[in-house]
Each structure stands twice: as structure tokens, then as C-alpha cells.
T-cell receptor, first 113, second 112 residues
Framework: DVKVTQSSRYLVKRTGEKVFLECVQDMDHENMFWYRQDPGLGLRLIYFSYDVKMKEKGDIPEGYSVSREKKERFSLILESASTNQTSMYLC????????????FGNGTRLTVT | DAKTTQPPSMDCAEGRAANLPCNHSTISGNEYVYWYRQIHSQGPQYIIHGLKNNETNEMASLIITEDRKSSTLILPHATLRDTAVYYCIVITQGAAGNKLTFGGGTRVLVKP
């Protein structure tokens, strides 16, 4: 069965800390995505990657970076966490082939104090 | 990718059919319509998708209009566990590197 695993369910970090959110998928998918979700704003795309070492900015990339060194792993990095980055972060992956759905992890709820 | 528009919320009686509309008037010929739902504190769960024909699976039915500018997700016999936010998105067939963007979704409340 399809599996997208996010390393932490809940995280609490301090302002200014460097934060790594990890995501691993076991389906050999080319495409991986990071979203954040906030009340009233739906899901907003931060970054996505369509291949190893490739990345593209989404709608709200400011304050974030990403790393895709291996196909199965896509990391979201907050270089210097701020309180306005407190949110639910969702990772997703998708095959590039015909008719492929997007598969999500269960999310990481990050609180920056 | 085409944008989608959904009503922000709707209520449904338990045991009745829930019909969730989605407008995607700028959809192009090779874009599929996908539906997801999200139960509180979990990631979105894939429900169903289609191109132009109506589709049915064990979870729901998808009706796409002939001009493909809108669709309706049907939950045939809603249960309390169907209370969730439902998202409609469009995805280009086989596209790599496409930016997939979700709108606000429809918050469905199933009432006993």
C-alpha cells in the first residue's frame, strides 16, 4: 500500500532555530510536494520537486528551502523559524505517469514559540 | 493547472446522499478532476478522479458535466464519519513538475 511518512507528528521549536521537516515515500515517485495548511487558507504550496536535486518554488516559498538528495526523501528546511511559520505541514508525492493521484502524509504540526 | 471553486460549507443528513459541487471552468482537455477529503488532524485522503466519464468506486461517485466545466462528488449514503473537508483539484495527465494547488474546499457536516 502507498505510504508517505512524515518524521514528526508534533514539533515545538523556538524562534530563530533551524528546523528540518522530513518526508519519505516508498513508492518510487518522481514528484514530491510540501504544503502548509492554516485555518481559512486551505492548503498552500511551498515547494515541490520533480526529480532528485530538482526543486521549484510554490506559492509561498519565502522563509523556506528544500532538499531532495534521494528520490524517496524530501526535506523542508526553515533556516530561522519564526512564529508566523506555526502551522500544519503536509508532504505529498505523486507518480508522473498517466492518471496518478497525489498521496499525502499525516502532517507535522509545528509550533514556533 | 486550472483553478477550482467550491462552496465553503454544507450540511447533510445522515443516511442521505451528499452532493458536493465543484466549478473548474478553465479546465483544459488533458486535466483530470480529483477529489480528496481531509478529516481533522490527518492528511488529505484520495477519493476518486475522472476525465470526462462518470466514475464510481466504493467511496463515492463522480459526475462530470459534458463541457467538463463542473463536477459533482456524490456520497450516496452519508455517515457521521464522512464529516470532513472535501477538496476538488485538477491535475494534468502525466505531468511532471506541475504545481498542484488546493483551494479552500467544502466543509461537510453530516448530522444525525
Amino acid at each position: 500500500d502507498v505510504k508517505v511518512t512524515q518524521s514528526s507528528r508534533y514539533l515545538v521549536k523556538r524562534t530563530g532555530e533551524k528546523v528540518f521537516l522530513e518526508c519519505v515515500q516508498d513508492m518510487d515517485h518522481e514528484n514530491m510536494f510540501w504544503y502548509r495548511q492554516d485555518p481559512g487558507l486551505g492548503l498552500r504550496l511551498i515547494y515541490f520537486s520533480y526529480d532528485v536535486k530538482m526543486k521549484e518554488k510554490g506559492d509561498i516559498p519565502e522563509g523556506y528551502s528544500v532538499s531532495r538528495e534521494k528520490k524517496e526523501r524530501f526535506s523542508l528546511i526553515l533556516e530561522s523559524a519564526s512564529t508566523n511559520q506555526t502551522s500544519m505541514y503536509l508532504c505529498a508525492s505523486r507518480d508522473s505517469s498517466y492518471n496518478s493521484p497525489l498521496h499525502f502524509g499525516n502532517g507535522t504540526r509545528l509550533t514556533v514559540t | 493547472d486550472a483553478k477550482t471553486t467550491q462552496p465553503p460549507s454544507m450540511d447533510c443528513a445522515e443516511g442521505r446522499a451528499a452532493n458536493l459541487p465543484c466549478n473548474h471552468s478553465t479546465i483544459s482537455g488533458n486535466e483530470y478532476v480529483y477529489w480528496y477529503r481531509q478529516i481533522h488532524s490527518q492528511g488529505p485522503q484520495y477519493i476518486i478522479h475522472g476525465l470526462k466519464n462518470n466514475e464510481t468506486n466504493e467511496m463515492a461517485s463522480l459526475i462530470i458535466t459534458e463541457d467538463r466545466k463542473s463536477s459533482t462528488l456524490i456520497l450516496p449514503h452519508a455517515t457521521l464519519r464522512d464529516t470532513a473537508v472535501y477538496y476538488c483539484i485538477v491535475i494534468t495527465q502525466g505531468a511532471a513538475g506541475n504545481k498542484l494547488t488546493f483551494g479552500g474546499g467544502t466543509r461537510v457536516l453530516v448530522k444525525p
